[in-house]
């Protein structure tokens, strides 16, 4: 399983990114994906998550209603889009796909939310 994030930048407070998370052939029939992220000095925390089997969907407390996971299995792709950014957003993002005890991470896209 390979993963590679992209769409990360700086914006101003306010302002959205979408994420992209690239996935190998497959990998969405069979696997959670879930983004997660680490600020500086932070551990790293889940973000929001999206079931390979009904489409449910989970988010943090400190993303819910600003946030939205979805995937496009023909693509092999998990988007993040991300609204009404705030300063504490800033860290880098990753992308993780999960089943059972298996699990594969991306290398992380940077995001900095910045006046």
């Known amino acids: 399983v390979q993963l590679v994030e992209s769409g990360g930048g700086s914006v101003q407070p306010g302002g959205s990114l979408r994420l992209s998370c690239a996935a190998s052939?497959?990998?969405?029939?069979?696997?959670?994906i879930g983004w997660f992220r680490q600020a500086p000095g932070k551990e790293r925390e889940e973000v929001s998550c999206?079931?390979?089997?009904?489409?449910?969907?989970y988010y943090s407390d400190a993303v819910k209603g600003r946030f939205t996971i979805s995937r496009d299995n023909a693509e092999n792709t998990v988007y993040l889009q991300m609204n009404s950014l705030k300063p504490e957003d800033t860290a880098i993002y990753y992308c993780?796909?999960?089943?059972?005890?298996?699990?594969?991470w991306g290398q992380g896209t940077q995001v900095t939310v910045s006046s």
């Open positions: 999206i079931s390979s089997s009904d489409d449910s969907t």
């Open positions: 052939k497959d990998t969405l029939n069979y696997y959670h």
């Open positions: 993780k796909a999960w089943v059972g005890s298996h699990d594969y």
